[in-house]
């Protein structure tokens, strides 16, 4: 077994996890990583295709631990770990691409530009009570 199997199966005891779970954990891990590091956004393709890059690695690892020839150890399972791993960023891509549900509420007509959540209060003559310095 590979220190990569070794720290998969060591994070799936440790953390009580199902090695499926594990899987979407790693993607949305680098899928925010990447945006939080890069500067990236989420309804962008470069964040989602490192996803999919760091699924095929770890899969090449995977299968490259398991004994037997290369060719032989490629099956359903690896297939499904993929799928998995794109599971969720896949459905967060498309709905950051179109739809609303991650767009930013716009002001409305009737506030200022610029005001934000404070109060309007109207200027006060020099010397008055609410001029504080």
Known sequence: MNPFQQSKFYLVEH??????????YVALIVLFGSCALF???VHQWRP???????????????IRGMPGPF?????????????????VPTLLLIAARYTNVFARPRPTAEA??????????????????????
């Open 15 to 24: 953390l009580h996890l199902a090695r499926d779970a594990l899987h979407i």
């Open 39 to 41: 500067g990236w956004k």
């Open 48 to 62: 989602w295709l490192l996803v999919l890059l760091a699924a095929f690695v770890g899969e090449v690892l995977d």
């Open 71 to 87: 060719e032989s150890a490629i099956g359903r399972e690896n297939v499904k770990d993929i799928l998995n791993t794109m599971a």
């Open 112 to 133: 200022a530009p610029g005001s934000g959540d404070e109060a309007q209060v109207p200027a006060a003559p020099l010397g008055s009570e609410r001029d504080i310095l």
